[in-house]
């Protein structure tokens, strides 16, 4: 496995450049084309990964690719070199520590809030401006169920945790309980 500072270094390499040029929202749609395809048709990335195939075939078949799903040339000369350093296959995780890196620049935050049951969008965006308020910034959420919560909800910002859900609650009863 490729540590991720090296593959941090792809990743801030491409942040730069996109915020240098000024094409930023245009590779990183690019690169959400180019991970959709990815999951849909994940044989196609063991192909471009695999040692079996010749690396001119490899570099046809990205080549072919990317005429059928055009992309900006910093998009295309990015996934050559993924390729050509025999890196395509940690694409998604290149691609999550680009995205940090991005949001890093707009001064965006991530937040992980992990709730019992699904949440409506009124509720995410309550959520979202509660947080934004809390930390002072931007900040972007991710949703996920874990209906083991049985109610409330968790937030993960960086090393930091929120616990509000009903399980930590009850534990927290059942541990004053024993004591007394």
Do not use: C, W
């Not at 500072?5 to 000024?22: C, D, H, Q, T």
């Not at 025999?86 to 992980?112: C, M, P, T, W």
Request: glycine share 4%.
């Amino acid at each position: 496995m490729i540590p991720s500072a090296v593959l941090g270094k792809y990743a801030r390499s491409l942040a730069e450049i996109v915020f240098e040029e000024k094409i930023e929202e245009a590779v990183t749609g690019d690169l959400k084309t180019y991970r959709e395809i990815f999951r849909a048709v994940p044989d196609l990335l063991q192909a471009l990964d695999s040692p079996a195939l010749p690396r001119e075939t490899k570099i046809k078949l990205l080549s072919e690719l990317a005429a059928r799903y055009p992309v900006n040339p910093v998009t295309s000369n990015f996934l050559h070199v993924l390729l050509q350093n025999n890196r395509i296959r940690y694409f998604q995780e290149v691609f999550d520590i680009y995205i940090k890196s991005v949001n890093e620049h707009r001064g965006v935050i991530s937040a992980l809030v992990t709730a019992a049951a699904p949440l409506n969008q009124q509720e995410v965006k309550d959520i979202e401006d509660r947080l934004a308020a809390m930390m002072q910034k931007m900040v972007k959420v991710e949703i996920r169920t874990d209906a083991s919560l049985l109610g409330g909800i968790t937030v993960q910002i960086g090393s930091t945790s929120f616990d509000g859900s009903i399980r930590t609650r009850l534990a927290e009863i059942r541990r004053r309980l024993a004591e007394n």
